[in-house]
Every structure is written in C-alpha cells, then in structure tokens.
C-alpha cells in the first residue's frame, strides 16, 4: 500500500462525519454522575433490566437465524416469480417506523389481531404483555438485518463449489448445510451480530406492542425512557452509559472475531 | 416586566407572533380547541402545541426546550421546572375512572373486580401524574392490583384498552370520554382521594411572554374553562 495525500476535500467532512455520530456520546460521557454510577448499577431494577434486555435480544436473534438463513439463501439461489416484491417487504421493517411495527403487530398478533385473536382462542396464547413479545418485537425489527447480510454474502460466494457438489449427486439440503453454509459461515455471524445490536436497542416496538413492565417486558430501553420521563435525567444517562458500554463491548468483540477488517 | 406585560395583554394592541405551548397528553382535545379559538380571537398569533407526558415535558424544559407555556397534569411536574414558570395557577381539576371494552364484556364494577383471576389492566407508570393518582386511588381501595404493562401516559394506557389488548384501565374521566366511541367509563369512588389538579403557567425566559401571558388568560377566562368542562374536567 502506498502512502497517499489525503486531500482536504474528502478528509475535512470525512472528519466531519466522525465528529457528529462521537460528539452525542461524549455527551453523553460528559453528563455522566460518575460519583453514583457503581450505586445505580447495583441498583435491582438495573439489572433486571438488563438481564431482559441480553436474554430477549440473544432470542430473537436466535429466531432470526432460524427463519432468516432459509429466506435469504432462497432470494439468493432461486429464481421464482415476484423475488423483487419479496425482496422489498423484507426491507420494509427496515425504514418502518418501529412504533408502525409495534401497532402492526398488535393488529396481527394482538389479543384481537389476525392471527392472535385466533391464537388466543385456540390454545390461549396471547403475545402482549410478555417477554416472548418482546422477542417477537424485537427479531421483527432486527430481522431485514439479518436476510440482508445473509443474501449479501451468498452473492457474493463461489457458486461453483456448490455446482461441483451438485455434480457429484450431492442432493440440495446436503449442498446447503455442507457446502454453503460453511462458505458464507462468517456472513451470517456478521448479520447475527447486527442483528441482535439492533435487537439490544429496539424500543419503539416492543413498548407499542409488548407494553413496559419491569422483569417481564421492560427492557433497558424501555428503562431508559422510563427513567427520563420521571424526570431523573442522571438515572437515565446511567442507564444510557451502560447500554452503550455493553453493545460497544460486544460488537467490537465480535467484530475482530468474525469480520475480517483489514 | 411579564407581568405589567400581561396585564396590558387583555384587550391591549394584538402581539403577533407564535406561542409555543407544552401541555400535559390529557389536555391534547381540550387545547387543540382552545389553541383554535385562541387564535381566531388574536389574529396573527400562532399556537403550537407540544403534548406528552408531563414529567417528560417537564425534563424537556430543564433540559432548555424552548417552550412559552407549560400546562401539567399535577403540581409534582410544575415543581420540578422550579422558578421557571412564573406564578402557576391551577386551572382545572381531573378524576380517573376505569375504561373497559364497549358495552363493558366483563361486568366490571369497580377496582375491586380489577384484581379478576385472568383480567388484563393496563396502568400508568407511578412515574406519570395518572400513574400516580392511580397509585392513590388503588390503596384508598385497599386493592392490590398487578397490571400487565405500565404506559407512559394516559393516551398509551387508553389505546391498550381500545385495541382490546387489555380488558380495562385506569385514565382519566376526560380521556374515557374522548374515546366514547370505543369504550365505556366506570366511575369509582376511591378515585375522588386521588383528584389530579392541572397548573398552568408562563415560563421564565419565554421568547414571547405576552402572547404566552394572552394564552393562559384565555384558559382562565370562562370561554376557556367552558371548553375545558365540556370535555370532562371539573372547574377550580
């Protein structure tokens, strides 16, 4: 690699750029009550919160991996009538506002929803109100993350091992789980690890659609906004501190184990 | 200076400009009418309006918002803007009732039937003012009640009620009555010991005092609190 100058116009916004996503957690750093910090963490309510929070985001990342790998190897290997409509309503949740996706999901799985009036008549199971909502709520948002690092890496994967393994009359299902997944093993870390970020710090949501009680559905977010509507602006920056300490912590870990920066 | 300011308000030269109100999510009907009206009488003035929760429109302001009014569903958040609002002045007076389903499917009569094996209710977090009076008016009951969410503010706790996702909750007299469309009001005695009084006042450091002190008259004057008794709230 050769040294090259960097020129102003490219460097002067570049740093621009940096400045303003570090500056609001500086601020955030600045307004820390450093004095009461280890005291609001041992605080009960914390870290059942927080518990919530790496239990419910570890599932429903879970859940995406499960739906999510099948989805996108189907957009990436075969050809069917109306892929690109597909394609685009697994984005949607993407720019959906998450309070949209909290009421959505509330007019599909609610107590009177869709499929949830029929649920909770049937066998009695209502989604609301409880942490396996939260995690409903959680891997609708995180999902698109997910399918789209997945279809990303199958495109850009060799297809001709799996050609030569198709060849050697190695069946579809045994190419998939032999051939491709290993192949684009590190692109669905990469995903999964986004996605459960975005799980960690859904709110909109999981407060629309699994409602805010603490230890069953009141997530750290959800403790967050909490905190600062009571007007405890302190409690809240902690809260804040520690969020954004352990998805930083997580996702520079993971990010050196599984995708290779060079 | 708002004051001498105020008093030459009421029937004085017409300030324009714009008067930035945050007022607490149960007054959202009530101020939208009275912010129309208000403005129909002072030509050229603009209301707009900020309505959520009052503790965090409360943290909005200490936090530097730039609001000219601050209207609270409880004293406790006009307390903690401290000397930032010039003389509050308490306007009106809210009382909860317990909103259930249209025609009322599960016979609820009062908070005793809320503790119902296998009944879903929606609370305000203790954190808000109705959460709070909730509070109250449950232990003057004597009943301990475990609810399955606890909302942010009124409006959240009501729509829990109208998707059906919760058999009833515990909002105010006003809201119930907003949404009578969608779900019925029971009232309860133990609500009159958790009665929610509203103060209104300007803010220090408003960018326009007269037109914020022109607004706050106007919800004083009987046309206001003729809008305000009409949705459900009780005079002073």
Redesign the interface.
Known sequence: MTRQRVPPALLVPAIGGLLFLVLPLAGLLWRTPWSTLLSRLREPEVAQALRLSLLTASLATLLCLVLGVPLAWLLARVTFPGRRLVRALITVPLVLPPVVGGIALLLALGRRGLLGGWLDETFGVSLPFTTAGVVVAEAFVALPFLVIAVEGALRGADTRYEEAAATLGASRWITFTHVTLPLVAPGIAAGGVLCWARALGEFGATITFAGNYPGITQTMPLAVYQTMESGDLDGAVVLSLILLAVSVTILAALRDRWLAAP | MVLTLGLSGCGGPEEKGTVTVFAAASLTESFTTLGKQFEAAHQGTTVKFNFA?S??L??QI??GAPADVFASAASK?MA?IGDAAVTPTMFVKNQLVIATAKGNPKQITGVADLTEPGL?V?LC?A??PCGAAAGTALDAAGVKLT??????DVKAALS?VK????DAALVYRTDARTASADVDTVEFPESAKAINEYPIAVLKGAANPTGARQFVDYVLSADGIEVLTAAGFQAP
Do not use: F, H, I, Y
Not at chain 2, 147 to 152: A, G, N
Not at chain 2, 163 to 166: R, T
């Open positions: 929760g503790s965090a409360a943290t200490t936090q958040n903690t879903k929606a977090a954190e808000v609810p399955v969410t606890l909302e942010q829990k998707l059906g996702e919760v």
